[in-house]
C-alpha cells in the first residue's frame, strides 16, 4: 500500500504567547534551515519549565516536526508535552477540560526531544500548536518548528467567484474544508471523526465533483462501506444513510457517468428498498422495528433535529426525494425501474406531516413536493440564519433560493458562513448556530474575561466543547449551492453530456465559474447589463450547454 499523500511543511505565521523563560522566540518565525548543523547559531532557548504557543494561520491536517539542538555535557532525552488545536484555546486545554480529549486522533501527548533532533510528531487537525518544556533544570533549543501538513495534490479544476468578497471567501473557505477531508480516504473530520459515514459523505461528494469531478476517494469509500456494512443492515444502524447512499450513487452518476461502478451497486440499492418497504405500513406509518436489524438512532436525519418531533417527518421527506431521483436514476442507466419505488411512494404519500418548523426538514418538504412553496418560505426565512445546519445547509440554501428568491438565499448563507468566518475560521464546523456569537470571543484569540469561548463553551450532542471538530466535510454546502443556484450549472445528462445554465443572481452584478465535467472544463460567466443577465459559455466538445432553457 503506498499513500497518495504530499507533504509540505510550513512555518508558524505568530507566536501567540510564551513564558517570560523563554529567549529568541523569534527565530522559529525566520529560521528556514531544512537540516540541523552543530554549529547553529540562531534558535529558540528555554532554561527549565515554560511554553510557547504557535499559529501556523490557517486549519491543516498533519503534525508537527521539531528540529532540536544540544547543550554540550547536558543529558539528552528531555520531555516535551506537545498540544494541538483547532483554536487556541483548545490548544491549552487540559484533558477532560470541556469535552478536551484524544479521540480519534492524539492531539495531546508528552514525547522526549533528543538533541540534534529532527522529529515528527502528530497527526490530526489543527491551527495551533502548544509545546510545554516539562525539566526543571535544563535547556531546551529548539532551530525550527514546522507544521508536517499533509494532503492530496489534487488541482481544483472548479471555481466560483463573484462580486461579493464575503462570498468568495465562503466558497473558497468550503472548498478548502472538503478539500482537507479527502485524506487516506474520504473523512467526515480530519481531527474527530476520522471515519468514514455514507451519509455524511452527500453533501462532500456533491462538492467533490464540483471542484475536481471523478475522485478515486468516492467511489473508494462507498465500495468500503458496503463490504463492511452486508445487508441485511442500516449504515451505521441509521435507515437514512442507507439511502443518502442511493442518493450519492445518483448524484456522483450524474456528474462522472461510472455506469460499470454503479451497476454493480444496483443489488445492494434494491435490498435497501426492500428493507424499506418492510418497515412502511400499508397505511404509511414509519416503524422501524418491524425489521429485526439495528436501527438505534430511530429517525435520525441530522443531530440538531434528533429526537425532536421533526424528526419522523424528516425520514418520510427524505425517503421521497431520494426515491424520486431514483427513478430517474433508473432511466439513465436504462434499467428496468424497481415496482417498489412507486409501491414506496403510494405507502409514504398516505400521510401528511404537519407543523414541521426545523429549517433543514421543512427544506426537504418542499423539494419532496410536501410543503407548500408559501408555507416553505415564510418558515426558511423566519429568523434568517437562525436553525441553519452545517450538514444539510445546500438543501436549505437550495429550498429558500426555489420558494423565496436566490437574494434571501445569499444574505442566509453570508450570516451564517460569515459568522463563522468573523471570528476567526479557516475551515467551517461540525455545526454552528448563530446565537453563539452573543458575548463569545474568536478561535484565534484567548477568551477575555467576561466573554465565552467559542470552542469550548458551545456545543451538542456528541461534539460538546473542544470534542467539536472546526474542519468537518459535511460542512461545504455553500460549494453546491453556489456552482448550482448561482452559477446556474444543472446537469441534464449523465456525464455532463448535456448542461443547462440557469442562473439566479439575486443582488448580484456579476459571478463567473469553472465546472468540470468528464471532457474538460465549461467556463460560464453572467453579468447583469442594462437589468438583464448576459452569459458567456465555453464548453469542450462532447458537452451541450444549454442556457436558460433555450
Known amino acids: 500500500m503506498r499513500s497518495n499523500l504530499v507533504k509540505e511543511y510550513l512555518s508558524p505565521v505568530r507566536i501567540m504567547d510564551c513564558s517570560e523563560n523563554v529567549e529568541n522566540e523569534k527565530a522559529l518565525l525566520i529560521n528556514r534551515s531544512k537540516q540541523i548543523f552543530i554549529k547553529e547559531k540562531n534558535y529558540l532557548r528555554c532554561y527549565g519549565k515554560g511554553h510557547i504557543i504557535l499559529d501556523f494561520g490557517k486549519e491543516m491536517h498533519g503534525g508537527i516536526r521539531v528540529l532540536s539542538h544540544y547543550l554540550e555535557g547536558q543529558k539528552t532525552d528531555l520531555k516535551i508535552r506537545i498540544r494541538f488545536g483547532e483554536s487556541v484555546n483548545e490548544a491549552c486545554a487540559e ?52 507544521a508536517a501538513s499533509t494532503f492530496r495534490d489534487l488541482p481544483y479544476r472548479g471555481d466560483f ?78 435507515p437514512t444513510y442507507s439511502f443518502w447512499f442511493i442518493q450519492i450513487l445518483y448524484d456522483y452518476y450524474m456528474k462522472v457517468k461510472n455506469t460499470s461502478f454503479v451497476l454493480k451497486q444496483m443489488p445492494y440499492v434494491q435490498g435497501v428498498l426492500e428493507q424499506l418497504d418492510a418497515c412502511v405500513t400499508e397505511d404509511g406509518n414509519i416503524d422501524y422495528t418491524l425489521m429485526s436489524i439495528s436501527a438505534r438512532t430511530g429517525y435520525f436525519l441530522d443531530w440538531p433535529t434528533n429526537g425532536t418531533k421533526d424528526a419522523k417527518a424528516g425520514n418520510r421527506f427524505m425517503y421521497i426525494f431520494t426515491i424520486e431521483n431514483l427513478k430517474k436514476f433508473y432511466k439513465e442507466l436504462g434499467l428496468p425501474e424497481d415496482p417498489l419505488c412507486d409501491k414506496l411512494l403510494r405507502k409514504l404519500r398516505k400521510r401528511t406531516e404537519t407543523g414541521v418548523e426545523a429549517k433543514q426538514i421543512v427544506a426537504f418538504g418542499y423539494l419532496s413536493e410536501q410543503i407548500p412553496k408559501e408555507e416553505a418560505a415564510a418558515k426558511l426565512t423566519d429568523g434568517g440564519a437562525k436553525g441553519l445546519s452545517t450538514f444539510m445547509s445546500y ?8 420558494s423565496h428568491s436566490a437574494a434571501g438565499a445569499i444574505e442566509i448563507m453570508k450570516e451564517y458562513y460569515g459568522g463563522m468566518l468573523s471570528r476567526g475560521a479557516t475551515s467551517f464546523w461540525e455545526d454552528f448556530d448563530v446565537e453563539w456569537l452573543k458575548n463569545s470571543g474568536r478561535i484565534d484569540e484567548f477568551t477575555p474575561v467576561g466573554k465565552l469561548d467559542l470552542h469550548g463553551d458551545f456545543g451538542k450532542f456528541c461534539y460538546k466543547g473542544f470534542r467539536h471538530s472546526l474542519c468537518h466535510g459535511w460542512s461545504c454546502g455553500p460549494v453546491q449551492f453556489l456552482v448550482e443556484n448561482i452559477l446556474g450549472v444543472h446537469v441534464e ?6 448542461i443547462r445554465v440557469s442562473p439566479r443572481l439575486g443582488n448580484l452584478k456579476w459571478c463567473k465559474g469553472i465546472f468540470p465535467t468528464p471532457y474538460g472544463e465549461v467556463k460560464i460567466s453572467h453579468r447583469v447589463v442594462d437589468g438583464k443577465v448576459v452569459t458567456k459559455t465555453e464548453a469542450p466538445v462532447g458537452v451541450q450547454v444549454i442556457v436558460n432553457g433555450k
Open 95 to 146: 484533558l477532560g477540560d470541556r469535552g478536551a480529549s484524544n479521540d480519534h486522533s492524539v492531539r495531546d501527548m508528552v514525547v522526549l526531544l533528543p538533541d540534534l533532533c529532527d522529529q515528527e510528531w502528530g497527526q490530526t487537525g489543527f491551527r495551533f500548536v502548544r509545546i510545554d518544556f516539562l525539566d526543571e533544570d535544563k535547556e531546551y533549543r529548539l532551530v525550527n518548528v514546522y
Open 161 to 238: 467567484e463573484c462580486d461579493d468578497p464575503l462570498i468568495n471567501e465562503i466558497y473558497r473557505t468550503a472548498r478548502y474544508t472538503i478539500y482537507l477531508n479527502m485524506q487516506t480516504n474520504l473523512w467526515e473530520g480530519i481531527k474527530r471523526d476520522r471515519l468514514v459515514w455514507v451519509g455524511d459523505m452527500q453533501p462532500e461528494v456533491l462538492a467533490i465533483t464540483d471542484i475536481f469531478g471523478a475522485d478515486d476517494c468516492v467511489e473508494d469509500a462507498l465500495q468500503l462501506s458496503i463490504e463492511k456494512n452486508p445487508l441485511p443492515c442500516w449504515f451505521g444502524n441509521i
Open 395 to 402: 438543501f436549505i440554501l437550495k429550498a429558500i433560493a426555489e
Open 493 to 498: 445528462e449523465a456525464g455532463c453530456r448535456t
